[in-house]
């Protein structure tokens, strides 16, 4: 069964970048390491904006179904996670008023994100460092990147989910992640 180590944070906060970093570093050291991207980058690049909360649910299933093919590797890792659409969900709905179907959905992601969070060996928060630019990909501007930001924060915090933020340059980053998973960089 593979180590998982997901790293979470805002839109544009280094979270693929880290992740690619780190597969980088590990591979090279001769870990048998899996990526599993972020699969809702892929679902807006191809469909464009989520408009529903039920587009959330599809999502959610599409990361894990990345995720489940990862489990022949040592180390797999995930620049998102499979309860991440719950948080996107709640932010979505906001304080509208929300009809049966969307409180439905909202319950059964909110549901599987809590028999998701123990199977994540380490949970890596990374806090908005660089500034935010547009990649004609994500619907968000800096000020609700921020939002998001707050929301993955909210959730981790009120759930009591451990996790570790990790400041600094990509480097860095990587550098304190490896420190965290106990691999020896002189390998």
């Known amino acids: 069964m593979a180590k998982r180590i997901a790293v979470l944070g805002g839109p544009r906060s280094g979270k693929t970048t880290l992740i690619?970093?780190?597969?980088v570093d590990m591979?090279?050291?001769?870990?048998?390491?899996g990526y599993a991207f972020e699969y809702s980058t892929d679902y807006l690049r191809e469909k464009g904006m989520i408009e529903s909360i039920a587009e959330q649910y599809g999502i959610y299933l599409g990361q894990?179904?990345?995720?489940d093919s990862l489990s022949e590797y040592e180390y797999a890792l995930t620049d998102y996670t499979t309860f991440v659409p719950y948080i996107y969900g709640r932010f979505m709905l906001g304080m509208k008023k929300r009809t049966k179907k969307e409180i439905e959905i909202l319950k059964d992601l909110y549901i599987l994100a809590l028999e998701d969070i123990p199977k994540y060996d380490h949970i890596i928060y990374l806090p908005r460092e660089f500034g935010y630019e547009q990649d004609g990909?994500?619907?968000q501007d800096e000020e609700l990147a921020k939002q998001v930001d707050e929301a993955i924060l909210m959730f981790l915090k009120s759930e009591n989910i451990p996790y570790v933020e990790i400041t600094g340059t990509t480097k860095e980053r990587a550098k304190k992640v490896l420190e965290l998973l106990e691999i020896d960089q002189a390998k």
Not at 20 to 23: P, R
Not at 64 to 67: A, G, I, N, P, V
Request: charged share 30%; glycine share 6%; aromatic share 16%.
């Open 137 to 139: 990909i994500r619907w």
């Open 20 to 23: 690619q970093q780190l597969y």
């Open 64 to 67: 894990k179904r990345l995720e």
């Open 27 to 33: 591979k090279i050291m001769g870990y048998n390491v």
